[in-house]
């Protein structure tokens, strides 16, 4: 295994809407990574195996990088991001009441991209575009 860095010309990120309560930031972070995986396969690396033989699931393969921002800061995002045509994953705060994925679903559906209270976004695609697609959003600390 070579200890060379790699450095990808892809990037995976999630911006969070910083006034989120730990729990949420953990669990909107989930659901949106989630979201990536199933629709751009690329992202997925090889399943994993111990000494012992015992395996794993396999994960990204690539690191995810995690920022905050303000509710401005988001809309923005979403907006360049869009525009952009990334493959995208939102999470709402309307989803914080729904119980299960029919509802989610629901729940995004019924309100227009321009009002969607967003307090998550992930984000695919090369390295500029996403940063370009994520400017003015900060480290998650």
């Known amino acids: 295994m070579s200890a060379e860095p790699i450095r990808f010309d892809t990037k995976i990120a999630v911006l969070l809407r910083e006034d989120l309560?730990?729990?949420q930031r953990l669990n909107v972070t989930a659901f949106l990574v989630s979201g990536l995986g199933t629709r751009v396969p690329e992202v997925i690396g090889e399943p994993y195996e111990d000494a012992d033989g015992v395996?794993?699931?396999?994960?990204?393969?690539?690191?995810v990088l995690v920022l905050e921002g303000s509710k401005e800061?988001?809309?923005?995002?979403?907006?360049?991001?869009l525009r952009r045509a990334l493959p995208r994953a939102v999470f709402t705060a309307d989803l914080f009441a729904t119980g299960h994925d029919g509802a989610n679903r629901a729940a995004v559906r019924a309100v227009p991209?321009?009002?969607?209270?967003l307090v998550g976004l992930a984000?695919?695609?090369p390295r500029g575009g996403v940063d370009k697609a994520l400017k003015g959003a900060r480290m998650h600390p």
């Open 21 to 23: 309560e730990p729990w």
């Open 123 to 125: 984000v695919y695609g």
């Open 113 to 117: 991209t321009a009002d969607l209270d």
């Open 73 to 81: 800061t988001l809309r923005a995002a979403h907006e360049r991001v």
């Open 55 to 63: 395996g794993y699931l396999p994960m990204f393969r690539q690191p």
